[in-house]
Structure formats: structure tokens, C-alpha cells
């Protein structure tokens, strides 16, 4: 188990690792390309070779990406939906160039459409993104908060998915504020061993392959994705010692998703509650 933060590529993708470094991070994510679209930064070889020589100045092996936000799997919208397709297929090769472990993405909307249909647009946009693909970066489905019409806030939505999708290198990243938002209470030990239960019924073991650690601004079954600094939010400190404490995670490694410089007391938190000194 390790803990990071995501950071910026602001100046470089090669950068990302030693401002992790300098936040403490154990492990990192990062986009590889703007969030919110645009041509991405070509991989040459000089920026590979820098990427990772600064990987192993900062002593960090594990590093993950996010795709972009605008990712829509499941939308009604054929451009849209040829797009996301299209990226997410692209930010899998540039993962698979940069030695990125996992990748996740947002799933999508259902808005405009029913239900099923998305769902069956998200099925169907996936086999597109994984069919013929060769590369060692595994894609991983991120559950949602539930707002608005978003598809996977239940574990038995991204299961139904990963089920009739059927193939092996697809999994899930859990985030801590979007399942508290979507209905999970997981503030207690006793919530987090029911979660545990939650998850070994939806999914094979070991699809779970990330968690991104993040308290909530927002109240309990909200469907608010608010993110709040580990221990100052509505979900609580507990929640986190308890995750650490069980033995399901401790081989999932933990990202962080708050503004840096201030991540860092997040990283430092979780350090803590590992080592036993909260």
C-alpha cells in the first residue's frame, strides 16, 4: 500500500514525478494531456527518457493517469461518443509509451437517454477502446458520485458493464468521496467491512485495483462530488484508518485528489494512520 497525490504536468509530463517527490508522494497520478481537450504533448524519446529518469531520482514505480473530464461513454451524442472513444483508446497507448501501471476514466452520462441504452452505448464503447489493443496499461472504470444522469455510481451498474464487456483488462478504481455521496456509508470500520462485503459481491477478486482517497464537503447520499482534505470532511477520519487497517487493501495503493501544495498533509495523514501515530 502507498499513498500519492495527483499532480500537474504543468511544464512537462517529465515533471510529474519530482513534484510528486516534493509532496511526499509514494506513488503518483497525473493527466497526460489538458483535462479539458486539446492536441496532447507528442512522447518523444528525449521526454520519455527524462520521465523516467526522474521516476527513479524520486524513488516512485507506481504512477497512474486520468483521463480527460469530457470522457463520454455512454452518450446519445454520435460525435461525442466517437470522440471519447477515440481518446480513451489514444491516453491507453501514450499510458502503455509512459510505463503507466493503470489508467481510469469517468464513465459517462445517460442524459437524454434510457437508462439501458446507456448503458449499452458504455458496453459497446469499451469493446471498441480494448479490441485489438496491445498495451500493458489496464483501463479502470471509476465509480461515480450519482450525480446528475451519470452512469456507475452502484457497484452493480460497473459490474453489469465489466460483465457483458467480458475482458480481462478491464477494472475498477473506488473513490472514497463519490461512494459516500452515492449512498455507501463508509464512516465506520463496521462500514467499511460492509463495503468490503459490497465489492467481493459485485466483483471478481482483484478487480478492484485503485482507490482514490478523498474526504467529502458533501452530506451522505448526496450525489455531490465535493472533495474535502482526509479527516475534515462528513466522511471522517475512522473511514480511512479502518481502509488501512483491512486487510482487502493493502495492496491498493491510495491517490489523493485535492489542490497542491495542501495534498501534501493528505499524503502525510495516511502515512500516519499506517504507521500507527493517530
Known amino acids: 500500500m502507498k499513498f500519492g497525490a495527483h499532480v500537474s504536468i504543468a511544464g512537462g509530463i517529465e515533471n510529474a514525478p519530482l513534484r510528486a517527490r516534493q509532496l511526499g508522494c509514494e506513488c503518483f497520478q497525473m493527466f497526460t494531456r489538458s483535462p479539458r481537450g486539446g492536441k496532447p ?7 520519455l527518457e527524462d520521465f523516467f529518469l526522474n521516476c527513479s531520482e524520486a524513488a516512485i514505480s507506481d504512477y497512474y493517469v486520468h483521463t480527460p473530464y469530457f470522457i463520454n461513454l455512454a452518450s446519445g451524442k454520435k ?16 499510458s502503455s509509451a509512459l510505463g503507466v501501471k493503470y489508467m481510469m476514466t ?4 445517460a442524459k437524454g437517454l434510457q437508462r439501458e441504452a446507456a448503458v449499452d452505448n458504455v458496453v459497446d464503447s469499451l469493446l ?20 446528475g444522469d451519470t452512469i ?5 451498474e460497473i459490474s453489469l458493464i465489466l460483465r457483458s464487456v467480458a475482458y480481462d483488462g478491464l477494472g475498477v478504481c473506488i473513490d472514497t468521496a463519490h461512494m ?15 463495503l468490503v462485503e459490497s465489492i467481493g459481491a459485485a466483483f471478481a477478486p482483484g478487480t478492484v485495483k485503485l482507490v482514490h482517497a478523498n474526504d467529502s464537503k458533501a452530506e451522505f447520499n448526496s450525489s455531490k462530488d465535493r472533495h474535502e482534505h482526509i479527516g475534515e470532511g462528513k466522511i ?7 481502509m488501512i487497517g483491512n486487510p482487502f487493501f493493502e495492496d491498493l495503493d491510495m491517490i489523493v485528489e485535492m489542490p497542491p ?5 493528505d499524503v502525510r495523514v495516511l502515512k500516519k494512520l499506517r504507521d500507527g501515530g493517530i
Do not use: W
Open 41 to 47: 504533448p507528442e512522447l518523444e524519446d528525449r521526454l
Open 79 to 94: 460525435n461525442l461518443r466517437e470522440k471519447s472513444v477515440a481518446l480513451v483508446r489514444e491516453e491507453l497507448e501514450r
Open 106 to 109: 469517468h464513465i459517462g452520462s
Open 128 to 147: 471498441r477502446i480494448v479490441g485489438n489493443y496491445g498495451g500493458t496499461t489496464r483501463l479502470l472504470l471509476e465509480n461515480t458520485a450519482g450525480q
Open 152 to 156: 456507475g455510481a452502484s457497484f452493480g
Open 180 to 194: 459516500f455521496a452515492s449512498g455507501y456509508d463508509i464512516r465506520t470500520r463496521e462500514g467499511i467491512e460492509e
Open 236 to 242: 471522517g477520519i475512522d473511514c480511512f484508518s479502518a
Open 261 to 265: 501544495p495542501e495534498v501534501s498533509k
